[in-house]
């Protein structure tokens, strides 16, 4: 029987209590783990470096093939790209319309990187298409940013060259703009139908539809109905005329007649476009005649053949022969466009084809075939030569060879952000490519919304 004053014995290994042993033993498992995960940070860490080294790599490769053949465009497909490639990293080539995404990702940390030519920055993602709502949401007129605003029927889209967007907001008669940080605003226009220039909350516009910018930043807004195009300062918003005295006649026409701009008017103008030398080439849908503006304000008939029915039928006789500008037929023309070497390209939609106008004058076929959703509705062309359209509820891309793939949409109407065949669309106005190239930017008409395709 033990008393109260004896001691009792401890379990010792070589003068170490059993509890003292645990100890260091947890303390070497603690000082193991931290070591391992210090490995694996440094080996991560080192992965990572490897990896962006490639892509950092990969791009002066492509760079400097393209300084030495003195090319103006990059590789269009995988196989014409050198690339830097170390071991375990996996680096993948794609041309992008602004010229090339490069994205490499490690089998160690499995994360993806990504270097574009518009930026030469090193960012992590991926080169996927996608589709992301810029503003807009029910059809209304609220100003907010984001999903908050609302527009009614967005016709038309220029982006600036400060990331800008100007949004001709068709079913509330203004022009609206869109900050860089998705604020939306009134930029001109009283709400109220009309033909009236002046200050910006003095303006007044009929339908606004399709929007052009040219160098110096000033907006021209092509208004079909009122047979006008206009100039709004994009500072100001002031509105002043430019082309077309406006009038409309039977079957909502206007009186055709070519000369100074005191008297010159226009027949259902769609689109404008600018060339080199400053002249620039309106579309119009009722004549089916492409018309040209000096720089100072002369209209005449550049384009376009056949009977002009002015104020006698709903429009001037419709054809698809080629041939001399001026003895060439066209049907309903839904966009312009001028490539940097001045050749003017054509989109119709009953002909279901583009056509081209080159410098000398020769109209002919680019491309055709484009039936049903295809049709084009608008379009534009990137640096690489790429023609972007506008079909009724998907975006297409068309190559210098004549192409033809969905970029992103559907056959079908809808709206979904999401990748390219998740994104939907519902009747889409106008597109403008961003300075950059790397995004392009959507009047989504039946949507009331403005989305952006980020390239």
Do not use: W
């Not at 029910?138 to 029927?153: H, I, V």
């Not at 891309?397 to 998740?422: E, K």
């Amino acid at each position: 029987m033990a008393t109260h004053g004896a001691s009792i014995k401890r379990s010792s290994f070589h003068g170490f209590t059993i509890v003292e042993l645990l100890i260091v033993v947890v303390v070497i498992a603690i000082l193991a783990a931290i070591v391992v995960v210090s490995y694996n940070g440094i080996t991560r860490s080192a992965a990572e470096a490897s990896l962006k080294s490639d892509l950092r790599n990969s791009a002066s490769l492509i760079e400097a093939a393209k300084d030495e053949t003195g090319s103006t465009t990059y590789p269009t497909t995988p196989s014409e790209a050198k690339l830097a490639k170390s071991q375990d990293n996996t680096v993948t080539y794609i041309s992008k319309p602004y010229g090339y995404c490069i994205s490499g990702v490690n089998a160690r940390t499995n994360k993806t990187f990504v270097i574009k030519s518009a930026t030469k920055v090193i960012s992590e993602g991926n080169c996927d298409v996608a589709v992301t709502t810029v503003a807009g949401s029910t059809s209304g007129y609220l100003d907010g940013t984001g999903t908050a605003a609302q527009f009614a029927a967005p016709a038309g889209i220029a982006a600036g060259t400060d990331g800008t967007l100007y949004v001709s907001d068709r079913g509330n008669k203004r022009i609206r703009k869109i900050s860089t940080d998705g604020t939306v605003s009134l930029l001109s226009g009283t709400g109220a139908s009309g033909q009236t220039n002046g200050s910006a909350t003095s303006s007044q516009y009929n339908q606004p539809g399709k929007l052009s910018l040219d160098s110096a930043g000033t907006l021209y807004v092509s208004d079909n109905s009122s047979h006008v195009v206009r100039k709004v300062n994009t500072s100001t918003g002031a509105s002043s005329a430019f082309a077309g005295i406006g009038g409309v006649c039977n079957y909502g026409r206007g009186n055709y007649t070519d000369g100074t701009s005191a008297v010159a008017q226009l027949d259902g103008p769609l689109d404008i476009a600018i060339d080199s030398n400053g002249i620039f080439y309106i579309a119009e849908s009722f004549s089916n005649r492409i018309r040209a503006v000096q720089p100072n304000g002369t209209v005449s008939t550049y384009a376009g053949s056949g009977a002009l029915n002015s104020c006698l039928a709903s429009s001037a006789a419709a054809g698809s022969a080629n041939g001399d500008r001026l003895s060439a037929t066209f049907s309903s023309m839904t966009d312009i466009l001028i490539d940097k070497n001045d050749t003017i390209y054509v989109s119709e939609s009953p002909n279901n084809d583009i056509r081209t106008i080159s410098k000398d004058g020769i109209v002919s076929t680019f491309t055709s075939g484009l039936t049903g959703a295809l049709q084009p509705k608008a379009m534009l062309m990137d640096n690489q030569g790429t023609i972007y359209t506008a079909g009724l509820h998907g975006i297409y891309s068309i190559t210098p060879s004549g192409v033809i793939s969905l970029v992103a949409g559907s056959v079908s109407f809808g709206y979904a952000d999401g990748s390219a065949t998740t994104a939907r669309f519902n009747t889409i106005g106008d597109i403008s490519l961003s300075n950059d190239q790397t995004a392009l930017y959507i009047a989504d008409t039946a949507n009331n919304r403005i989305r952006k395709l980020s390239l």
